[in-house]
């Protein structure tokens, strides 16, 4: 049967009011009111803890905890020298500066701190300017003819 304006329905469930509890006998949530007889539950005040079983040992605390999470690790987005290649081939690129990255796709923010990885091969000469490169990357990009140049102005060279 095909769907047009005079057989059209509401996804079931979709109209359903929300649960008006201690209404009386004729709501079908009377007397207990939806919170069942005698316990913690149905009492006035009655709230547990989040993850609380009953009184049995909670799984957050029966499962071993392993390691430390380092507050003061530093995330890079890493982007490969593949990337760029593809990149300086499709656009023409002959320079990419930090606020380009987030305007190419290769990076999630503006503020988004930029490592440079050697993996794959450059064959244009392009300056680079980003937060860190690996050793293999700012060698492959000198090789090419281009400048490898970290934030704040210091060019890489392949011996440091």
């Known amino acids: ?47 547990l803890m989040r993850g ?5 040992m909670p799984l957050h605390r029966r499962l071993p905890k392993r390691g ?3 507050i003061f690790r530093v995330e890079y987005t890493v982007i ?27 990076a999630g923010n503006k503020k ?8 794959g091969e450059l064959t244009t000469a392009i300056s680079i300017t980003a937060h860190r490169f690996s050793k293999t990357a700012a060698e492959k990009i000198e090789k090419a003819g281009g400048k490898a140049i970290v934030a704040g102005g210091v060019t890489v060279t392949a011996a440091e």
């Open 52 to 56: 609380f079983e009953g009184g049995q």
């Open 80 to 106: 490969n020298l593949t990337r760029i290649a593809d990149l300086a081939a499709e656009r023409g690129i002959s320079e990419i500066a930090l606020e380009d990255y987030k305007k190419l796709g290769l």
């Open 1 to 47: 049967m095909a769907k047009n304006l005079s057989n059209l329905r509401a996804p079931k469930k979709a109209n359903t009011g929300r649960k008006r509890v201690g209404r009386g006998m004729g709501s079908g949530m009377g007397k207990t009111s939806t919170r069942g007889h005698k316990g913690q539950g149905s009492r006035s005040g009655s709230s």
């Open 112 to 119: 988004a701190l930029i490592k440079i990885l050697g993996t």
């Open 68 to 70: 430390f999470t380092n």
